[in-house]
């Protein structure tokens, strides 16, 4: 045939089935002699095809625009899509690219087990003493303490009242008194006043006064207390109100390694002890002594980069195959080691465990 033949032959074909189609179709427009497509219904999963497909999905092919001259926008092209996606289904090919979020809940993470970043107000303590009601007594008879400034503390106070500490070598004037008066009574000092004063109190954490030492004298305006105990170098230490510590998933007893200070003395302290509960507020306490080492005063922030909860080292897991090396290089189980069954049981044979 020729190509004319062909064209009258496709001609007469089209005029046929016209004839036949619906009486809708051929109103519709004259030009048209197939049904009008049918927009199908879009996939369920937000308009992608499913990844079964094996194809990519573009409407346009089905549902014409009015518009012709309209570019697809945000659409890659339809034979790009199928060629990519038929190439990761056959293992071949760029693997997916992540959608955009999942990389930044990796760095979230990443984040919060590297480097959480949280910022603390810093609170100066200077030399203070914590007193028993017995000992309070003692230094100041019985009228209760004048509240000069309420601590961040909550409950806690600056009184108006002090005492003069003497020591082996020399004495310290106008010590605040914190109230109210507790269970002990309780000197807190930095190392410069322990070198004044002529003792070595140890580093301890408040209230754990097993270590604390006396040997100082309390002076007041109605009496003196010879310390047996109770004299501390207080440990740094952070306040954390127990929604904080939630927030963080800190806890009481952890230890923090924190950064203070900024410019030339910023540096970063280690082994900062976590005190939380009810009555914390959130408040990193340094003494005075630390504060002017890394350059800071009450207010400055500083940050917490790292912490750790001690005794909650990872156990390691041995499975029977690191029994099998260790009893060749002659190297015991670590201690604390958690066993695999089938390790308990070759660690049993080798003479290595006990029972
Ligand atoms: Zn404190």
């Given at each position: 045939m020729t190509n004319d033949e062909l064209d009258r032959l496709a001609d007469l074909i089209a005029r046929a089935l016209l004839e036949r189609a619906p009486s809708n179709v051929r109103t519709h427009s004259a030009t048209s002699w197939l049904p009008a497509p049918v927009?199908?219904?879009?996939?369920?999963?937000?308009?992608?095809?499913?990844?079964?497909?094996?194809?990519?999905?573009?409407?346009?092919?089905?549902?014409p625009s009015a518009n012709r001259d309209a570019a697809p926008r945000f659409r890659a092209s339809t034979a790009e899509l199928t060629r990519a996606t038929r190439a990761a289904a056959g293992g071949k090919g760029a693997p997916p690219e992540r959608s955009g979020r999942e990389p930044e809940r990796r760095l979230t993470r990443q984040r919060a087990a590297n480097a959480p970043a949280i910022d603390v107000r810093i609170g100066v303590s200077n030399r203070h003493v914590h007193l028993s009601t017995a000992d309070l007594a003692t230094l100041f008879g019985t009228a209760p303490l004048t509240v000069a400034r309420q601590l961040t503390q909550p409950g806690q106070f600056a009184a108006a009242e002090s005492v003069a500490v003497h020591g082996p070598k020399g004495r310290i004037d106008g010590v605040r008194v914190v109230g109210p008066a507790r269970g002990d009574t309780q000197l807190e000092i930095a190392v410069s006043d322990a070198t004044a004063l002529g003792v070595e109190p140890p580093v301890a954490a408040s209230g754990a006064l097993d270590g604390s030492i006396g040997g100082v004298t309390l002076v007041g305006p109605a009496g003196r207390v010879e310390l047996r105990r109770g004299l501390i170098i207080a440990a740094r230490h952070l306040h954390l109100a127990p929604a904080d510590a939630r927030r963080w998933g800190l806890r009481d007893g952890d230890r923090l390694d924190v950064r203070c200070g900024t410019g030339a003395r910023a540096a970063t302290l280690h082994d900062v002890?976590?005190?939380s509960g009810d009555g914390?507020?959130?408040?990193?306490?340094?003494?005075?002594?630390?504060?002017?080492a890394v350059a800071v005063k009450t207010g400055d922030p500083a940050t917490i980069l790292a912490w750790r909860t001690p005794g909650a080292r990872k156990r390691a897991l041995i499975t029977e195959r690191d029994v099998q090396n260790l009893a060749r290089n002659g190297q015991p189980l670590p201690p604390n080691a958690i066993l695999t069954p089938s390790a308990q049981d070759r660690a049993r044979a080798l003479g290595m465990l006990d029972r």
């Open positions: 927009r199908p219904a879009p996939p369920e999963r937000g308009g992608e095809p499913p990844p079964w497909s094996g194809a990519a999905q573009d409407l346009t092919d089905v549902a002890l976590v005190r914390h507020a959130t408040e990193l306490h340094l003494d005075a002594d630390e504060a002017r």
